[in-house]
């Protein structure tokens, strides 16, 4: 079976690297992988040895030319399946292409971002499947005028063994400037206005006035990051407030946090909520999107409404000020990811979905 994929992520990390994990869990049941890519993407050279690797121009919405270049590929290889992964275009040109072409095709959707009626079915109406990485998105979707038949969630997944890493805290003190006394909360996300950092500096002063030794570490760059810091000078808990950008040592760093909060108003998922979960890390997050699917209340962390700033106040504290609840909720977390966020069954799920699309679309394939 022959399988053209289509990503436009040109960093691997969150949508990209799920694309690898998928690639790489192909090539060893006997797929044969194409990636279509942006030229001098992460993913084009890691994901080599798994795929034939097709690097072409991608630019988004207005790319006629990477709809043409689509379009092209898809006539010159003649793939079983033809699974777009991205947005920025990919979705928009590859259901042009499949209209065109009568390509079989999936599309994957990882953003709950909602999007008018009208465009939603124009963009989707023509793939077999529209795959949701949560059933937040599905939600989204069906709220939008898709039918359920055409839809199936298969959930992201994270390398579980990865995050298996000890607790060293001794160099995360000495890297990170926090001492063996204080407690570390982290928050790992983009610093974009829907992922809600500011809610939790707003929460600092009240966090720190019960729990004095505890500490924020910013993982991640965005635009708002300058008016992040100042946020964080106007509410003076600069001193409490590390901004440590992107770091490409998560799995060394997370078995050191006490705590991950993650307060966004909208997700898809929340890959970083799955590693957190993998580490054995307990979670505050927002009642958004896909994280109520990773993050229990009660059982591997807490929910609070989005933008509730007291919300994220009240279990903060809780979870800082009990040594025992933190790391009975991180070993549930782990069970979790366990139970339904592995790469193989995310990779299982997506050779039955291929399987059985080629198999409705008239084509005789041996099961790999």
């Not at 339904?340 to 099961?367: C, Q, W």
Request: hydrophobic share 40%.
């Amino acid at each position: 079976m022959k399988i053209m994929h289509v990503e436009t992520g040109r960093h691997l990390y969150g949508g990209a690297l799920q694309v690898f994990y998928l690639l790489r869990g192909l090539h060893e049941r006997g797929v044969e992988n194409l990636l279509v890519c942006p030229v001098g993407s992460a993913i084009a050279t890691e994901a080599a040895p798994f795929a034939q690797i097709r690097e072409v121009s991608m630019r988004g919405d207005l790319d006629v030319l990477f709809g043409w270049r689509l379009w092209r590929l898809v006539k010159q290889e003649r793939p079983d399946i033809l699974h777009i992964h991205s947005r920025r275009g990919a979705d928009l040109w590859g259901s042009l292409t499949t209209r065109l072409t009568g390509q079989a095709a999936i599309l994957t959707r990882r953003v709950d971002n909602p999007e008018p009626e009208w465009l939603a079915h124009f963009k989707y109406q023509p793939f077999k499947k529209v795959v949701t990485i949560s059933e937040g998105i599905r939600n989204v979707l069906l709220s939008e005028g898709l039918c359920e038949e055409q839809l199936l969630c298969i959930h992201s997944a994270v390398d579980f063994d990865a995050w298996q890493m000890s607790r060293d805290r001794g160099w995360f003190e000495s890297e990170f400037g926090i001492s063996r006394s204080q407690k570390a909360v982290g928050v790992v996300a983009q610093m974009i206005e829907r992922k809600g950092h500011r809610f939790l500096i707003e929460a600092i002063p009240a966090i720190v006035q019960k729990v004095p030794d505890t500490r924020f570490l910013f993982l991640g760059k965005g635009p708002l990051e300058p008016e992040l810091k100042q946020l964080c000078i106007d509410r003076s808990v600069d001193h409490l407030v590390r901004f440590s950008g992107f770091r490409d040592d998560l799995p060394r760093i997370m078995p050191n946090l006490d705590l991950l909060v993650h307060p966004a108003l909208m997700e898809g998922l929340g890959v970083s909520l799955l590693q957190a979960a993998a580490a054995g890390v307990p979670i505050v997050g927002s009642r958004a999107g896909g994280i109520p699917e990773i993050v229990r209340h009660g059982e591997n962390g807490y929910l609070v409404q989005p933008g509730s700033v007291e919300g994220l106040e009240r279990f903060c504290v809780e979870l800082l000020e009990d040594p025992e609840k933190g790391p009975s909720f991180g070993t549930s977390g782990k069970q979790i990811v366990l139970d339904s966020f592995v790469i193989p069954a995310m990779v299982g799920d997506n050779l039955r979905l291929y399987e059985k699309t080629a198999g409705s679309n008239g084509r005789d394939h041996a099961s790999t």
